[in-house]
């Protein structure tokens, strides 16, 4: 048992969920009678989950996931590279993770500057998932910050960027929602 909890929350590729996904990644594949209890008692003596909830100052490590509780409430960017120049001259790959069910697209692209990221993003992500999403990436500031602002240039909408307060290199942006640009578009 103690396994099973351990197997399905510390490692990396598990990134130390809730107490509530634990619970039902754990649920798919096993019973134990007072499983919920000790699974509950599990994560709450969590020494990494209690830190990262009893100190705001707290730097998630390199690789540690956060948290999602629904598809493409957070979605990681990523680009990886150096490929062998394709016919089409693409020699970077952008990739989108979504958090929660883990689920990647990629595509290739030519450069690695926002502008062909957020055309990427615009058209094949938010097309299908709506903009709700944050984004998380480790591209570094000016990058987001572009990136933020060709997205609201797109979508039509004037928004600010949140201002970065964390001092990790992995700094949260959010999007416009739809919402936010339908009642933009109608003024
Ligand atoms: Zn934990």
Redesign the pocket.
Known sequence: MQEVMTLN??PLYAG?PGIKRTYSVIALRYWWPGMRKSIEDF?RS?D??LRRKGNREFVAPIGEVEESTAPFLVTSLDITSPYVTSPRGNKYILKFIDHFTKYMEAFPIHDQTAETCVQIYVTQLVTRHGTGSKLITDQGRSFMSSFFQDTCKILGCELRAPPVTTPSKIAPLNVPSLTSYRSVSLH
């Open positions: 929350h510390d130390h994560g969590c990494l989950c």
